[in-house]
């Protein structure tokens, strides 16, 4: 299963900006969709995660900002950046997992959008 991320880019501090993932390949369903970033010299941190158990989870520092949506007819989650700040800078990694016909489980990563928020 493949991965596609897009919407990255430079923004003001203070501006908005939409990031976009979308899966394809051999995808029989999904179960959990979510965004993670990496900031220059830091760790890779939780950004938020959809699953159809626990429904949307932000993280607690993001809560109020981010917002995490899905079109699970196009396999694609979305992440909604609000009164961005020059340390949401990283780069942006989506992860989806579910499940394929007749291979079982999956875990995808996608390759990474850079998001600069800078003046």
């Known amino acids: 299963v493949q991965l596609q991320a897009s919407g990255g880019g430079l923004v003001q501090p203070g501006g908005s900006l939409r990031l976009s993932c979308r899966a394809s390949?051999?995808?029989?369903?999904?179960?959990?969709m979510a965004w993670s970033r990496q900031a220059p010299g830091k760790e890779r941190e939780f950004v938020a995660s959809?699953?159809?158990?626990?429904?949307?989870v932000v993280g607690d520092s993001l809560k109020g900002r981010f917002t995490i949506t899905t079109d699970n007819g196009k396999g694609t989650v979305y992440l909604q950046m609000n009164s961005m700040k020059p340390e949401d800078t990283a780069v942006y990694y989506c992860?989806?997992?579910?499940?394929?016909?007749?291979?079982?489980?999956?875990?995808?990563w996608g390759q990474g959008t850079l998001v600069t928020v800078s003046s």
């Open positions: 992860n989806v997992r579910g499940l394929q016909n007749n291979y079982g489980d999956f875990d995808s």
């Open positions: 390949g051999n995808v029989f369903s999904i179960n959990y």
């Open positions: 959809v699953t159809s158990n626990t429904g949307a």
